[in-house]
């Protein structure tokens, strides 16, 4: 049961963005909004958010929502349906198609956002009735390389640790994982661990990032050379006595040969710096350091499943901690942080085009049990496509018929414009939705059907370490939105499986999968949460967080597997696995000289579709960047705020520029979650390549050759409004939510009279403008009242209006007449200039404010804590501070020397 609530009138809910899983207080003020804290009592966080948790209370709006059915007409246009409808029309459709072209001709593409309820009965709706495979999941692109290594050293997609581990581990090992952006929470107990029992952490990753920041020992080593650093690690282990031989012989096989592979990878301390890039006593500092602490946690994430060979990093990692008996015991094993709320949930249902069902795959006596406990005459008898396969298969015309739910793949897929230029060829395309319009949904689709959101659906998501917990509604669902559970199972029963979709709730649904696990299990596999199958209603509503396996014969969850054994392969042994010579798919060449890797920013959640609704999250990083090492730049003409194009095989994008140390030479680096809803040239998922890792079927998501080059833009500005604008062709810009409205940023090579119309056909009409066309600069805005309705600023890079200043000025209700006469001069009245980009989202300190701290004498992220109370919440931006810092000192030091030179 769960604990007392400390908030009464609270609802205990769970986040729904990274794979931390952090438990929410979320208390509804009647009207549609919602007050958001941490819940002290779920041990994934014990009270803490971050800032994107923090900010979830601005995202609860109903502007843009989808809130009834609707279906492409004979015009062309989308039109409101009734339920019923919408229902028989996809159900008739896609029984018409199986009917002709057979189960293979249909497919579902999930997401992780999904509740395992969703998930459950999709799966079993598509493998088990419908007789297809091709299920697959955005969660391909996130672990699909964390399942595949799981499953081939210990039998079973299992994580052996828990979070537990990181609070006392004598030795924390980050490797691909900006866990301080990407899994704040989680590193805010890593950091604790460090502060309070002195544990060192080690980031490996090849940018600088700000978790490397926070580290004791910074491996920047080559993009795909993981596998050999950890090759070399296993030698040094062996050579050097550490090896725990009985745990070898008692529970693992095939150690020899995965070394002898691990010799000839990296046979020496000087053979892994050099297939790495290391110095050699960065490497030797490592290996002395994990040889020597038992107790050690490798943590590691995108930057190791998102690529080619995705499978046999994380298998390396693995072997080095089957190797010392390092695994499942306290505070030491190998860890896989997954990315998003459930798609460790998603993992358990089987939600994978790889996976059958309830950890079970396409074996004949796994088939023989699903088909037996679904009663499912038709169920699938092989594998499906993985995602980058299955657009694949419906560019070829292969697949006719695409349900997606709750994802938007035109944006997050690999050579994302193939992908969307698929989606057209479709005969029948249904997206389950919050939102009215994304890429996804702009790609042609012919049925939109409004699934409910967070905070209004209800239902279960499992963290990274295995825990079990609840979202529970707390606002009415608005208009005709519908779980997505109820929606596939009002489509099962049309097509005709009524009896097997007769689910009235999402507990019913629970129950049956939680029977499913347990049947015929016996402890041969690992997920089993039987002990939770014959839950009441109210023991369902009740459920307060809990590990898997929880067996209907155990004492309880378990925490921690494998400590003694007790593996899931054929003879109950962890399978060591010779990973194959690490090499990048592609080459760089002339043409492209360069790789690009992308990964996500710190505020931001996937394509934006929730997070780009906070005023808040939108002022750390709002526009979208390419992140370039000093010495690229200069190689490519490219200075710090200049605008470049990233061109790849594959796409292009133009984006503003980024000059950083933090980038190692060769590389660059964007951020995901621009899409063409929000912004004119930065969906960088048509920039990768879709190569995957034969396993895993993982896109390289992280090093696909590229080029850069200068892009002149000769005005820059901004718009700001209360309504969404149609900015005209040809601009650059990106769009972010301000308080009041919308904020556009932008920059172009048109005529200032070009903009000076378009203000005109957008503004109302008490409009007051400035135009110096010679000097280049073009002001305008409108007003309603006393508040400005719509402003535009260009002009030349320096002299385009300050951003921050007049952003306040567009939220408040009404501007005293000074601040009105000074408003298109786009400075403060007091001459000030603005606080700078956010850098503490939660109280809302910028930049220009935290540097002005450090100018007047503050030299830790604790003092400027103590003057702007910056990074004394959710933590999330103390790496941030401390770079802050650490660049005021270098420049303080360069000014220094200059001065004594001088
Ligand atoms: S770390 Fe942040 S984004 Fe992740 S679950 Fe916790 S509050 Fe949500």
């Known amino acids: 049961m769960t604990a007392a609530n400390p908030m009464p009138g609270a609802t205990r809910t769970t986040c729904p963005y990274c794979g931390v899983g952090c438990g929410v207080l979320a208390t509804s003020d009647g009207r549609g909004g919602a007050a958001i804290s941490g819940d002290p009592d779920h041990p994934a966080n014990f009270g803490r958010l971050c800032s994107k948790g923090s900010a979830l209370g601005e995202t609860l709006g109903l502007a843009g929502r989808l809130l009834h059915p609707m279906i492409r007409c004979s015009k062309g246009s989308m039109e409101r349906i009734a339920w019923s409808d919408a229902l028989d029309h996809v159900a008739h459709r896609l029984k018409h198609i199986v009917a002709r072209d057979g189960p293979a001709a249909v497919a579902f593409y999930l997401s992780g956002q999904l509740l395992s309820e969703d998930y459950y009965v999709a799966n079993k709706l598509m493998k088990g009735f419908i007789g297809s495979a091709n299920v697959d999941t955005n969660s391909r692109l996130c672990m699909a390389s964390s399942v595949a290594g799981h499953r081939r050293a210990f039998g079973a997609d299992t994580v052996p640790g828990c979070y537990e581990d990181l609070d006392e581990a004598d030795l924390l090992v980050l490797v691909g994982s900006n866990a301080a952006w990407c899994h704040p929470v989680l590193f805010q107990r890593m950091l604790a661990n460090k502060r309070q029992r002195g544990a060192p952490i080690v980031v490996i990753d090849p940018r600088r990032t700000d978790t490397a920041g926070e580290a004791d020992l910074f491996l920047g080593l080559k993009p795909g050379s993981d596998s050999a650093l950890f090759s070399g690690l296993l030698v040094h282990l062996a050579d050097n006595g550490v090896l725990d031989r009985p745990y070898i012989d008692n529970h693992t096989s095939g150690f020899d040969d995965a070394l002898a592979r691990a010799r000839a990878i990296a046979g020496s301390v000087a053979a892994a710096a050099l297939a790495t890039g290391l110095a050699e006593q960065d490497v030797a500092a490592f290996f002395r350091m994990f040889a020597a602490t038992s107790r050690v946690v490798t943590l590691y994430s995108q930057g190791v499943n998102q690529s080619a060979q995705g499978t046999d990093k994380v298998n390396a990692i693995i072997n080095c901690h089957l190797a010392t008996g390092r695994i499942g015991k306290k505070a030491a094993s190998a860890f896989s942080l997954t990315g998003q709320p459930n798609a460790m949930g998603g993992r358990e249902v089987g939600g994978l085009a790889n996976q059958l069902a309830a950890h079970m795959g396409f074996t004949p006596p796994d088939i023989d049990r699903v088909r037996r406990f679904w009663k499912a005459p038709r169920i699938a008898t ?236 939108g002022q750390h990083l709002p526009e979208p960047f390419v992140e370039v090492h000093p010495d690229d730049a200069a190689r490519h003409g490219l200075a710090d705020g200049d605008f470049a194009r990233v061109v790849t095989d594959y796409g ?96 172009d090579n048109a005529n200032l009279p070009v903009w000076s119309s378009w203000l005109r056909s957008v503004a109302g009409s008490d409009l007051a403008e400035y135009s110096d066309f010679g ?128």
């Not at 000074?822 to 200039?833: C, Q, R, T």
Request: hydrophobic share 40%; charged share 20%.
């Open 382 to 617: 092989h594998e499906g496509l993985k995602a980058v396969q299955l657009f694949e298969a419906i560019a070829r015309g292969e697949i006719k018929a695409l349900w997606v739910m709750g994802t938007n793949p035109a944006v997050s897929l690999p050579d994302a414009d193939c992908a969307r230029a698929a989606l057209k060829k479709l005969e029948l395309f249904v997206v389950s939705e919050n939102v009215l319009s994304n890429d996804t949904v702009e790609a042609g689709v012919h049925v939109l059907l409004p699934a409910q959101a967070w905070g209004e659906k209800s239902g279960t998501v499992t963290n990274s370490e295995r825990r079990i917990s609840r979202q529970r509604a707390f606002l009415a669902p608005p208009g005709e939105t519908r779980p997505d559970w109820w929606i596939i199972c009002e489509v099962a029963k049309r097509l005709g499986f009524s009896a097997a979709f007769a689910f009235a709730s999402a507990s019913e649904i629970f129950r049956e999968h939680a029977s499913l696990s347990a049947f015929e299990n016996h402890g041969s596999r690992d997920f089993d949460i039987g002990a939770l199958q014959a839950m009441s209603d109210e023991a369902f509503e009740a459920l307060a967080p809990v590990q898997w396996p929880h067996r209907l014969d155990d004492s309880g969850p378990q925490q921690r597997l494998f400590g003694d054994g007790g593996f899931f392969g054929k003879d109950r042994r962890a399978r060591f696995v010779a990973p194959d010579v690490p090499a990048l798919r592609t080459e760089t060449n002339e043409a492209r000289p360069l790789r690009l890797n992308t990964g996500r920013i710190r505020d931001q959640w996937h394509t934006m579709t929730r997070t780009g609704t906070s005023p808040r999250l």
């Open 652 to 747: 292009r994008c133009i984006l503003k520029v980024v000059v950083s140390e933090r980038q190692q030479r060769g590389m660059l680096f964007a951020p995901i979650h621009w899409s063409e809803a929000n912004s004119s040239a930065a969906r960088v998922g048509a920039l990768v390549a879709p190569f995957t890792d034969p396993l895993s079927g993982q896109p390289e998501s992280k090093a696909t050759p590229a080029s850069i080059a200068p892009y002149e833009y000769v005005f820059r500005g901004f718009a700001l409004s209360r309504a969404l604008l149609q900015m005209p062709d040809r601009a650059w810009w990106a769009r972010l939510t301000v308080d009041g409205g919308f904020g556009y940023l932008i920059a």
């Open 775 to 902: 000097g280049g600069v073009y002001r305008g805005a409108s007003f309603a009242g006393d508040a400005i309705e719509t402003c535009l600023f260009l002009g030349p890079a320096h002299d385009a209006g300050d951003w921050d200043v007049v952003k306040d000025l567009f939220a408040s209700a009404a501007l005293s007449d000074d601040q009105r006469s000074m408003l298109l001069s786009g400075k403060s009245i007091d001459g000030a200039v603005g606080t700078g980009p956010l850098v503490c989202a939660c109280f809302a300190v910028g930049r220009n404010t935290i540097c002005d701290a450090i100018a007047a004498g503050a030299r830790s992220a604790a003092e400027i804590g103590l003057r702007l109370k910056a990074g004394t919440n959710c933590g999330s931006c103390t790496p941030e501070l401390n770079r802050l810092i650490a660049q005021t000192g270098a420049r303080e030091s360069a000014h220094r020397k200059l001065t004594a030179a001088g």
